[in-house]
């Protein structure tokens, strides 16, 4: 006989979702080395998510209810601020994502920081807020990120793939106040829906997943988690799946979820509060493992 959890979310809530969507744009590799401008059409392709596919999920947000968190770097934030306002007049949440979406675990702790503050200060002078969300750009980071994000006064981090249910970190062997809203790699859109260009193999093939198994994946990946008591957090990219044949795929997903009526939805700061709040419900993790890329040299 199976099981049943004990419910560990707010009111005895089954599970909890924290619907999330990474607000790219053209950022990327691309425009940190430069090669973007050699390539003008990725420039193109990215800034569809800002331009149009927000506002639409926005306005699937409202109709269906349900808050989400926009980890956007702070160079999106700069070039499209009035959509960035947008997504908080909506009552949503907007996290920090790097600059130019950076490789952290390429950066020294002095670039790190320069970063962190560069962007918190857009975030202050544009929208009138200071993040208290990260979401590393690439999914790997340094060493030292989580020590800079408590300094800095974040309070959450999505950005590892490893538990389904949030944690909070040790940092230099003291257990802190970051939590960790681990993100699964079965919700990331991009193993989907990013279309392959580059090398054009096999040509005359679809290489996106068929509209109707993404669905099904997706949902059964929630109903799955919400069977086990957990947290489900997405890695949707809007500019890769609020296309409109695509925004139908995340309607009905976000409908499937809001129907079992026994779920959770919050945005990354509401999870993390709760989770500081209810310590004896949630583990405590980090130095066991693999925690960063170090510095050349220590």
Known sequence: ??????????????????????????SGSAMVDGSIWGMPRLFVQGAY?????????????????VPATFFVPSWVVEHWP??????????????????RHERYADLSVPEQESVLQRSQAIFEAQLGVR??????PTGDWHEATPRLLAEHGFVYSSSFRDDDRPYRRVIDGRVSDLVEIPAPVELDDYAY???????????????????????????KEFDGMHRAGGLLTTTFHP????????????ERFVEHMVAVG??????????????????????????????????EGT
């Open 1 to 26: 006989m199976a099981v049943t959890p004990e419910p560990v979310w707010p009111d005895g809530r089954r599970s909890c979702v924290m619907l999330a969507f990474d607000v790219d744009g053209p």
């Open 49 to 65: 998510g800002p331009f149009r596919a927000v506002p639409r999920i926005l306005d699937l947000l409202e109709r269906l209810g």
């Open 82 to 99: 009035d959509v960035c306002r947008d997504i908080l007049a909506s009552g949503h949440e907007v996290g920090h994502h790097g600059y």
């Open 131 to 136: 993040a208290l969300g990260f979401r590393t």
């Open 193 to 219: 829906f990013a279309f392959t260009e580059d090398p054009p193999f096999p040509k005359g093939h679809d290489r996106i997943a068929a509209y109707r198994v993404t669905l099904s994946n997706w949902c």
């Open 239 to 250: 500019k890769i799946s609020a296309t409109p044949g695509r925004a139908v795929v995340l």
């Open 262 to 295: 026994d779920c959770w939805f919050a945005t990354g700061t509401e999870v993390a509060r709760w989770v500081l709040s209810h310590p004896e419900r949630f583990a405590v993790r980090g130095e066991t493992g693999w925690d960063g890329v170090r510095e």
